[in-house]
């Protein structure tokens, strides 16, 4: 049994994790960096542990400062939430290595996947269809693999993640210059100058698949719909994915299973894809070996806790649900509240919020971090909150969602809150299965008068 945690993330998903460790009566102990010390997270914790300066390469990056942190706070376990270190293998190995559970896979499950083009290889291998490509090693290579490929082709950072590193190339003139940029943004932001090429589907459908695996076993939790995205970044998921049908449905929960399957999984992970409506067919993108932000929609429409899930399956039990267990009702849609300035290209917003009033009642969930005085720092991700709704099907959700964001009013940064209304007022989001395009066309020209700042 884990009797105490350390919660080494921030924001609203270090919330979520001490509010499952609160109901399961085990201790939580937070570690934060300077910037978040006088955080809501903080003060939620049963004690707070000191990582180091605000600057995510000295604290939430430092595999030696999380594990300092954890030996230090006498912790049986380390949850890295999302992000940061979640997906870092050195993490898992330093973790194995003291004797401190790592709340997510092993470090070769890791590595197998946080690799994409060798993710690539083991999604061949278990027979999950690929798009075409390959690794390119200098510009010429591209031009011979594109003209082969045909246009138009995406170049992909081999280490990239959470939509950073990928890049469209429509003509064949546009494409070394691209390859040669991508290989120097690669090596500064992952340390890892490898690129590869795949087709690009301009107007393909971002679906995804939850699973569950103890090392012996792997079960799916139903799809999820992430095509309405900002530079390869979701900003709206729902599950279960609308308008798909039923046979491409289960191909793509099934493929997403045996990808668990052939590297016999053990926590939580998603296996994401893209999908040809048109054609109706699909190819395997990546896995997410962690809890994801989009969680939320997945635990609406299953009644399951992921984060308890995570915590049993890290215990070391087996799965204590089979696959003719999971049963999902209704419909849920989850909105990314971030601080940016959406008509302005998304910049950034830091600052300290002012005003944070968010809706309740029935069929609404929010998961946040801030509150008035709140201070939103420079050097993080920009999620302020998710809003959640559900509803027995996906007009009334559509309806309660609606009605929440009117409700929703955040002072003292921009918000991504004018644009959820937007978005929501769209006939074309509202009849449903939209690709991931959908939220350029909507967006050119940009509104002149810029996104909502409250």
């Excluded at 293998?89 to 997510?104: D, H, K, M, S």
Aim: glycine share 10%.
């Amino acid at each position: 049994m884990l009797r105490r945690i350390l919660v080494a993330n921030r924001g609203e998903i270090a919330i979520r994790i001490l509010r499952t460790c609160r109901a399961l009566g085990i201790e939580a102990v937070i570690a934060v960096s300077d910037a978040d010390r006088e955080s809501v997270p903080a003060r939620l914790a049963d004690s707070v542990i000191r990582l180091g300066p605000a600057a995510a390469a000295e604290s939430y990056l430092n595999v030696n400062a999380v594990l300092a942190a954890a030996v230090a706070a006498g912790a049986d376990a380390i949850h890295p939430g999302y992000g940061f270190l979640s997906e870092n293998p050195a993490l898992a190995r330093a973790c194995a290595a003291t004797g401190i559970v790592f709340i997510g896979p092993t470090p070769s499950q890791l590595e197998a996947v946080g690799d994409k083009l060798t993710a690539r290889r083991h999604a061949t291998t278990a027979g999950l269809p690929v798009a075409e490509g390959g690794e390119v090693a200098q510009p010429a290579d591209a031009m011979v693999l594109a003209a082969a490929i045909g246009y138009p082709v995406l170049v992909k950072a081999v280490g990239g993640g959470g939509g950073r590193g990928l890049r469209p190339v429509f003509r064949p003139q546009e494409l070394a210059a691209t390859v040669e940029l991508a290989m120097a943004e690669a090596a500064a932001a992952f340390g890892d100058p490898r690129v590869y090429l795949e087709r690009y589907l301009p107007s393909g459908r971002h679906i995804e698949v939850q699973v569950l695996g103890d090392g012996r076993t792997v079960i799916h939790l139903g799809d999820r719909d992430c095509s309405v995205q900002r530079r390869y970044q979701k900003l709206i998921e729902e599950a279960p994915a609308p308008f798909l049908g039923d046979g491409l449905r289960d191909s793509i929960r099934r493929a997403a299973v045996t990808f668990g399957e052939h590297l016999q999984y053990c926590g939580a992970g998603t296996v994401e894809f893209l999908v040809d409506a048109d054609r109706d067919a699909f190819y395997f993108l990546e896995m997410n070996a962690r809890i994801q932000v989009e969680h939320p929609v997945t635990e609406a429409v299953t009644g399951l806790d992921l984060v308890a899930e995570q915590l049993w399956i890290a215990e070391g039990n087996a799965l204590r649900i089979e696959q003719h267990d999971v049963r999902l009702t209704g419909h849920a849609i989850e909105c990314r509240i971030n601080a940016e300035d959406w008509a302005d290209g998304f910049r950034p917003s830091p600052g300290t919020v002012t005003t944070a009033v968010f809706p309740a009642g029935p069929g609404i969930r929010v998961d946040t971090h801030v509150q008035p005085g709140s201070t939103v720092p420079p050097y993080y991700d920009s999620l302020l909150a998710k809003l959640v709704v559900t509803g027995p099907d996906r007009a009334e959700a559509l309806a309660t969602l609606r009605s929440a964001l009117a409700r929703c009013q955040i002072d003292g940064v921009a918000t991504t809150l004018g644009l959820h209304e937007k978005l929501t007022a769209n006939a074309e989001f509202l009849a449903g299965g939209v690709d991931t395009a959908f939220l350029d066309r909507l967006l050119q020209p940009q509104s002149a008068t810029g996104g909502r700042h409250g």
